[in-house]
């Protein structure tokens, strides 16, 4: 039976030294879902919710680069954990 209010998550990693797109960590829906969002608040990742881009990316494998049509989304969340994590810093 499909859930469409079904929580879903996925983490994702980029290494700036190297030259390929961020790749998908982990992803899940339901309780797989709570164990990521639970792990990357305990390990203080930041967490942005964006539900169609979570769809997105559930669509790919893990440790799978993301593709060159969701640069400019994925981008935009990295800004968005960079502008937390500076204004952190301070």
Do not use: C, H, T, W
């Not at 993301?66 to 952190?88: G, N, T, W």
């Amino acid at each position: 039976m499909n859930q469409p209010n079904r929580r879903q998550a996925a983490a994702l990693s980029y290494n700036p030294d190297s030259v390929g797109a961020p790749i998908v960590k982990a992803k899940g829906k339901g309780l797989i879902a709570d164990q990521i969002i639970a792990s990357a608040k305990e390990n203080n990742i930041p967490i942005q919710e964006d539900p169609g881009l979570v769809e997105l990316l559930g669509q790919l494998e893990i440790n799978e680069a993301i593709p060159e049509d969701l640069y400019q989304a994925v981008a935009e969340v990295f800004a968005f954990v960079y502008r937390l994590d500076k204004s952190l810093d301070k």
